[in-house]
């Protein structure tokens, strides 16, 4: 029997399903048309009910003209994946439960599919298995959590009740970072009081990656950030002598993974990672590269009770297990989000996860070989997924940027790199297939030609 709900859910549905026949050819940025009308949603707040259809309606017909189609196959903007087909089902029946995760009380069935999500996690990236992992929102969170897992713990080490005695006359700690940080990553730091005046910056090669000789001088009062995956040039700080200086120091090692992370998941890429797993916390995205929905990131901490210590949320009317996801990220009540990582590393295994990471980097090269075959300058490596071009004045690769994204047929962003005008193309949507890396290759080169 339909209710009125299921009624709604039914037209919800039926219009998600058109959206979604239709990715492949949509615009992949809107145009001017279907932007201008998004002033349809400037009314004013009613007064009365209306009916849920209507407002369905006005979502779908002139909210869905005018998305981004990043979860199309032709979408090659910073790095967002798409969602795969599981982490989209799955979150779908997850939100008809609408559970709230914050422990076992709460939700026995999301506790447990969070717990198998940790052990999938941490066997996909081969990390220390008495990792704790909180399921957060996004890497910017997951970051800042673990940069005050790990101010607190060194904290500790020195005798210091950070919980009690907070800031105030306590030894300081440092944060070294690399030149190359991600912006939040230092936004966390700058959130958390460490100032962005006294942030210690680590010099870089001509790759992006901290240079080993010219690391700053650590200590046991110092949290090292490397990084996993320059959003520009995909490379990777070298882990191995780096995370063996802070060892000797005593310091805390950070990693930002967000998307970097997943190529520990793949036997090609593997070796770039190599001795990341001494590190003491990790960051990653499930919606960037792993392709499930937004927001979806961890917190990976190996020291598991430092992680339940410093974020812990037990209240007198809810006490939760230790690694209780509300003891382990900042929300207390939350979305179940593990939910979609543990359905995509659960259909797609070990191989199947290896497969798209490895086929992604594939095309990237493919990618950079068609542009350069082209005329354009490629400025990395391109050992993961990340293309970045440049033409020969600043001028024209403004130009051909503007042109690729006006004419929608794919989309790509803009940077800078070495103080000059660049682009960069992502490839990490699970739906690019190889004829879509020749269709970016074609529309490039008629964009170029038209110039
Ligand atoms: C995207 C990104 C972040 C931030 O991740 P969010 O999930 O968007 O907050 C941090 N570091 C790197 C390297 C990134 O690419």
Request: hydrophobic letters at 45%; proline letters at 4%; glycine letters at 8%.
């Amino acid at each position: 029997m339909n209710t009125p709900e299921l009624d709604l859910l039914d037209d919800a549905d039926r219009r998600a399903r058109q959206y979604l026949e239709t990715v492949r050819d949509r615009r992949v940025f809107p145009d001017t048309r279907a932007v201008d009308a998004l002033s349809a949603f400037d009314e004013p707040f009613p007064a009365t009910p209306g009916d849920g259809t209507a407002t369905l309606a006005l979502l779908d017909d002139v909210g869905s003209p005018a998305t981004v189609v990043s979860n199309g196959p032709h979408y090659y903007g910073f790095v967002i994946g798409a969602n795969l087909p599981v982490s989209a089902a799955a979150d779908r029946l997850a939100q008809s439960w609408d559970q709230c995760a914050s422990s076992h009380i709460n939700s026995p069935a999301a506790a447990a599919i969070e717990k198998a999500a940790t052990r999938f996690v941490l066997e996909a990236l081969d990390l220390p298995r008495q990792s704790a992992i909180g399921f957060g929102t996004s890497a910017t969170a997951c970051g800042l959590s673990s940069i005050a897992i790990a101010r607190r713990t060194l904290l500790a080490r020195l005798g210091w009740d950070f919980d009690k005695d907070g800031l105030i006359g306590a030894p300081v700690i440092k944060a070294v970072v690399s030149a190359a940080a991600h912006v939040t990553v230092i936004k966390a730091l700058r959130i958390l009081g460490f100032g962005t005046r006294n942030i210690i910056t680590a010099p870089v090669d001509q790759h992006g990656r901290i240079d080993p000789a010219q690391l700053p001088d650590l200590d046991d009062r110092t949290i090292l950030c490397l990084q996993a995956g320059e959003v520009n040039t995909g490379e990777f700080d070298p882990f191995v002598p780096l995370i063996a200086a802070a060892r000797k120091a005593g310091a805390w090692v950070h990693v930002d993974g967000a998307f970097g992370l997943w190529a520990r998941a793949s036997t090609e890429l593997r070796h770039l990672t190599t001795g990341i797993e001494d590190a003491d916390s990790w960051t990653t995205d499930g919606h960037k590269w792993l392709n499930t929905p937004y927001d979806s990131a961890m917190s990976i901490c190996r020291d598991a009770e430092a992680m339940a210590a410093s974020l812990n949320a037990d209240a007198v009317y809810a006490k939760g297990e230790p690694d209780a996801q509300k003891s382990l990220t900042l929300e207390f009540s939350r979305k179940p989000r593990g939910i979609a990582i543990w359905a995509v590393l659960r259909t797609l295994g070990k191989t199947g996860l290896d497969e798209m990471i490895t086929r992604h980097h594939h095309q990237a090269k493919c990618l950079a070989d068609g542009l350069r075959a082209d005329g354009i300058e490629i400025l990395n490596r391109v050992v993961l997924n990340q293309v970045l071009g440049r033409l020969d004045t600043d001028e024209r690769t403004q130009a051909l940027l503007e042109n690729v994204q006006d004419n929608g047929r794919i989309w790509f962003g803009g940077t800078r790199w070495d103080s000059r005008a660049a682009f960069r193309l992502s490839v990490s949507s699970w739906r690019t297939t190889d004829a879509d890396i020749e269709t970016a290759i074609d529309e490039v080169s008629q964009q170029l030609s038209a110039l």
